[in-house]
């Protein structure tokens, strides 16, 4: 017996890295999974069958059961697809990872207009294009469902290089927190996740560098949470988001400091005043 033995799931960017992990975890665990891959490289360009085919073929040798999707995340049309496989296929969708994901890194001074759109479209776009169609199966079938979306720490704490990347998937996260609040009501659970491993996307940045960290990241490390996540086991949970990286878990929350309140009635706040309170108003560092 397995954790999601009759669940259908849909894992984007499953043809490799922390995708391909969910699908396998996904698939051990009982779960039929469709894995869709657009088989590009790691800067969105190209595509291909390989990396999708790989994934199904492994799930099958390993006695699950799935199938491949080639179709662009990007699009509404792909989005609207790649749920419909999981209908045709096996009959229902229960739970949707969105991992599909590209790089075009630059500093703002030097980014362009396409290296800024086509990361906002992949992630965050993508996100929305996947997202919907699976929502209004869920609530139309009833049964409720869980989506986890992928955000990242470049969005929720920053990272240099990345103002396109992270301001995608700070993005996701803020969709993931109003999507959790419409989920509510249908039995539809969301999460968000900020993961941390080593793959063909990360292998090359600053921080991967040193190989003793490098070493420590294992996408596999990502997977466990995405089935928890994805079970009964978390059907008390929804609207949460977490660092997940390296053998390590932990919530991540936005949170307000208490701050200070201008007392007079009608009164401004004066630059001098808050510069004067500003151990009120700030958080901690």
Known sequence: MGLLDGKVA????????????????????????????????????????????????????????????????????????????????????????????ILRDKTLAKMTEDQWDVVVAVHLKGTYCVTQPAFLHMKERGEGGVIINTSSTSGLNGNFGQCNYGAAKAGIAGFTRCLALEGQRYGIRAFALAPVATTRLTEDLAMFQDESFAGKMDPAHIAPLVVFLASDLAKEL??????????RIA??????????????????????????????????E
């Open 10 to 101: 849909v894992v984007t960017g499953a043809g490799g890295g922390i995708g391909r992990e969910h699908a396998l975890a996904l698939a051990r665990e009982g779960a039929r999974v469709v894995v869709n891959d657009l088989g590009g490289a790691r800067d969105g360009a190209g595509s291909g069958k390989a990396m999708a085919d790989q994934v199904v073929e492994e799930i099958e040798k390993a006695g699950g059961e799935a199938a491949p999707s080639y179709d662009d995340v990007a699009t509404v049309e792909g989005g609207q697809r790649i749920v419909q496989t999981a209908v045709d296929r096996f009959g229902k969708l229960d739970v949707l990872v969105n991992n599909a994901g």
């Open 251 to 284: 919530e991540m929350k936005v949170v307000t400091a208490p701050g200070s309140t201008k007392t007079e009635e009608g009164g401004l706040w004066h630059p001098d005043e808050i510069a004067a309170r500003l151990d009120e108003i700030l958080l901690p």
């Open 238 to 247: 929804t609207n949460r988001t977490f660092f997940v990286g390296g053998g």
